[in-house]
Every structure is written in C-alpha cells, then in structure tokens.
C-alpha cells in the first residue's frame, strides 16, 4: 500500500512514519510532502493508496489539495489540531478524523481499517476487469416481463435503471418507464454493454445519454430532462476514463 503524509510540521511526519513502521502492513510505501503544492506533485507522480492529511497546512488547506483532485477520489485520513473540520472532512468522505496530538493506537487503528477498505475495492475493480473480459455479447433488446404485457425494448432507448428493493424501475429516452419485478443486480448481467455502467449502488446508467458530469456535491451525471444520477466515489475514477475513450 502506497501511502503519502501531508504534514508542513516535520515531527508530524515523523510522527506518522514511526506509527506506519509498527502496524504490522506489509509492503508499505511511504512519502512525505510539506505543502499543497508538493502534495499534488507527490499525488500526481506517486498514485498513492491513502492520504495521511493535515489540514492546516501554510497558507493553504488540505481541502485545496482534495478540492483540486477531484472527482478523483483518494482515501483520506485527516490528523489536524483543529477539532471544527470534523463535519467538513466527512463530506469529503474521509475514513476517520484524528485530533493532534494522537494517540499512536487511534492511528494505527484507522490505518488498518483502511487497509482493508482500499484491500476490498481492489477486490472489487480486479472483478469488474474480469467480468468485463468474459461478458457475454450485449443484446440488442431484451424482454421486460411486468404482471400486464411482455414489453420487448431496444436496449440503447433506456437511459437509466434504478434499483428499488427487489424491484427496478426502467427510464427510456421517450420518457416511459417500466417497472419490473427483478433485482438491479440481475439485469445488470444481462445489459453487459460497455457504455451501461453502475454509477451508483441504486443506479445503471447508459452513459449514450449523458450530458454532462457535475463534480459539485460528490458528483453526479446530467441525463435528459435534467434527470440528475449521482454518483459514488469508488465510480469516479471509472466514469473519468470512460469519458476519456470518447
């Protein structure tokens, strides 16, 4: 796990490292950076797994540093002096929030339990890969049973599908919808295109609709009718590539 502290106090740093040493991770990569400015440099060059990050830091906050990112999400572990950020630090999804000077077991603790987060979503992605390798190819239309009619739909026409319980509500670009008595999960294996990605937990978005991505509010794509579909911070960085193949 590649992991960079962003502390302007050196002791803060050093502070960080001698906890990093003792937690037991193995394979553990470690730079440090002073600033804002050197932090973006060391997130551009070295991709790190975890940020370690002060928040008062100069003239300037470790928010500019995830402000600036963004929609790139990093993991985020905030160690600060200043007990006001709390609310803020977890708009921005950080995994916990330590008050300096720390306890070297809080630390240790929050490391650990990011590891095994950053550990799972890795998991995750290697599937994606791999079901992405072996789907099977994507029908032109599929059947939608619902309890009156069978309704055979060109799958390109549907802009969104939200899950709902064990139910999923389709959106087509004619404005109809259709509600259908099967999981999200289920029609996500049969709509296997590469342009039908799930942004979001309750969301299968066909991204053919997409007008624009919003990075306000965690982000959130535009599709027609000003329909907004959010979307989760483990997407973003999938969502971004996509665009990049357009």
Known sequence: MKILIVDDEKIARENCRMVLSLSGINELIVREADSVATALKEIEDFSPDLLLLDIQLHDKTGFDILQTIAPRYIPTIFITAYNDFALKAFEVSALDYLLKPFDPSDLTSAILKAHKRIQNDKILDQLDVFRQQFKPAEPKRIVLN????????????????????????????????????????????????????????????????????????????????????????????????????I
Request: hydrophobic letters at 40%; one cysteine or more; charged letters at 20%.
């Open 146 to 245: 619902t309890a009156d009619a069978l309704h055979i739909v060109i799958v390109d026409d549907i802009t969104y599908c939200l899950a709902d319980g064990a139910y999923t509500h389709f959106f087509f670009i004619d404005r109809k919808s259709i509600l259908v008595s099967k999981t999200l999960a289920h029609f996500e294996g049969i709509i296997s295109s590469d342009h039908f990605i799930r942004t979001h937990q309750s969301y299968l978005v066909n991204m053919h609709h997409v007008t624009q991505f919003d990075k306000r509010n965690g982000g959130f794509l535009l599709l027609p009718d000003n329909v907004e579909v959010p979307v989760s911070s483990r997407k973003k960085e999938e969502i971004l590539n996509y665009f990049k193949t």
